[in-house]
């Protein structure tokens, strides 16, 4: 069965420090993953993706993450923390199915940045 | 360039009612997917919609069902409402052909069932 795991229920960091919320996943075939941005009472903003290529990706708002074959990871990670960065996080990965292809989400990372 | 557009905001039902969420997708989109995402909970996969049928379907009962229109937009119907129902659903969109497979998400319909 395809699944992603968010270790971590909450991620605290102080403002200017690096940050890193984890991710691990377990899916048939090549994965195709998925960094989302939840903010209170709002939908789900894109950050970024792992199809193939570079394993570190780039995103929106200063994110990356490290797609990472033999750990089963994809973390997500930014050189400095902002206050604004505070919010939940959702990795996901992408259930092949032929051309669909639902996305099976982790249960979610709240960060906090405190100033 | 509007994004994906869901209605109502908010919504409060009686158990056994009837309900009926709206969505439009983002412009240049022709498949829409829903999940529900209850509290504390990451979003869980209902069912996706491409050429006004269903494709894929997640694990939810028949009292979830769906519709796409010609012009892409789609509804989610859930009947008989039960208290578990009580959710956020989210309505995320894609465009099927091409090398983009990130799903773009509406800010979601917040339903109370009591």
């Known amino acids: 069965a395809q699944s992603v795991a968010q270790p971590e229920d909450q991620v605290n960091v102080a403002e200017g420090n690096p940050l890193t919320v984890k991710c691990t996943y377990s899916v048939s075939g090549n994965p195709y993953l998925f960094w989302y941005v939840q903010y209170p009472n709002r939908g789900l903003q894109f950050l970024l993706k792992y199809i193939t290529g570079d394993n570190l990706v780039k995103g929106s708002y200063g994110f990356e993450a490290e797609f990472n074959k033999s750990q089963t990871s994809f973390h997500l990670k930014k050189p400095s923390a902002l206050v604004s960065d505070s919010a939940l996080y959702f990795c996901a990965v992408r259930a092949y199915s032929g051309n669909t292809g639902k996305l099976i989400f982790g249960q979610g990372t709240t960060l906090q940045v405190k100033p | 360039d509007a994004g994906v557009t869901q209605s109502p905001t908010h919504l409060i039902k009686t158990r056994g009612q009837q309900v009926t969420l709206r969505c439009s997708p983002k412009s240049g989109h022709d498949t829409v997917s829903w999940y529900q995402q209850a509290l504390g909970q990451g979003p869980q996969f209902i069912f996706q919609?491409?050429?006004?049928?269903?494709?894929q379907r997640g694990n939810f009962p028949d009292r979830f069902s769906g519709h796409q229109f010609p012009n892409y937009s789609s509804e989610l119907n859930v009947n008989a409402l039960l208290l578990g129902d009580s959710a956020l659903y989210l309505c995320?969109?894609?465009?099927?052909?091409?090398?983009?497979?990130?799903?773009?998400f509406g800010p979601g319909t917040r339903l109370t069932v009591t």
């Open positions: 995320a969109s894609r465009r099927l052909e091409g090398m983009s497979y990130e799903q773009y």
């Open positions: 919609y491409y050429e006004e049928e269903e494709r």
